[in-house]
């Protein structure tokens, strides 16, 4: 079983959309959770740290569930810029700084 | 400031040769991370270096794969020999030592394809 298990998607949502994306994790021990970004053949960003009490950055809120190991990313009013792949992250601390990704959303926004 | 770099951003080599990555890190980051993302996978660990100092070497998929850090600036992955299971994406990032260690700023990715 993956550590971090993803929905592949494609996601295609027309510009102005709210889309969600989820995310699971099979380790228990996992202390620490992200979401990044990856374009087209470009490097993985961090977009935003995921919080027990859910946070929110601008049009993004992320929300963390420990007692189901569920992670969520929302986005609103999409843009054509965010289309994208979204990589779920987790971290344990028996690993270390080890980064542990899904692997990863496609988000496509159309005009 | 400069991002995380990595060189070559793409080498085709033959099976049973060898190949070298190079990355450097953000100015003053002692944390230095190699991942690599295979055709259909998801990224994977290979290792973490904290100064030149091997900390978490568990993703290592064996011992055809030699990182080194030393001085603790850049570092190299070096494959040898190559397979062609070794192909994909090889990432390096770095973070700083404390407080944001988890934020770890990635380059640009060195495609390697084996053949």
């Known amino acids: 079983r993956k550590e971090v298990e993803q929905d592949p998607g494609p996601f295609n949502v027309p510009e102005g959309a709210t889309v969600a994306f989820n995310c699971t994790y099979s380790?228990?021990?996992?202390?620490?959770f992200f979401w990044y970004r990856q374009d087209c053949r470009k490097e993985p960003k961090l977009l935003m740290s995921?919080?027990?009490s859910g946070n929110e950055d601008g049009r993004f809120t992320a929300q963390l569930n420990r007692a189901s190991q569920y992670i969520s990313l929302l986005i609103r009013d999409s843009k054509l810029s965010d289309s994208a792949t979204y990589l779920c992250?987790?971290?344990?601390?028996?690993?270390?700084?080890?980064?542990?990704f899904g692997k990863g959303t496609s988000l496509l926004v159309t005009p | 400031e400069a991002g995380v770099t990595q060189f070559p951003s793409h080498s085709v080599i033959e099976k049973g040769q060898t190949v070298t990555l190079r990355c450097d890190p953000i100015s003053g980051h002692d944390n230095l991370y190699w991942y690599r993302r295979v055709m259909g996978k998801e990224i994977k660990f290979l290792l973490h270096f904290v100064k030149e100092s091997k900390q978490d070497e568990s993703g290592m998929p064996n011992n055809r794969f030699l990182a080194e850090r030393t001085g603790g600036t850049y570092s190299t992955l070096k494959v040898q020999p190559a397979e062609l299971e070794d192909s994909g994406v090889y990432f390096c990032a770095s973070s700083p030592l404390a407080g944001a260690a988890y934020e770890q700023y990635f380059g640009p990715g060195t495609r390697l394809t084996v053949t």
């Open positions: 995921v919080y027990s």
């Open positions: 992250v987790a971290t344990d601390l028996n690993s270390g700084y080890a980064l542990n």
């Open positions: 380790n228990s021990a996992s202390q620490s």
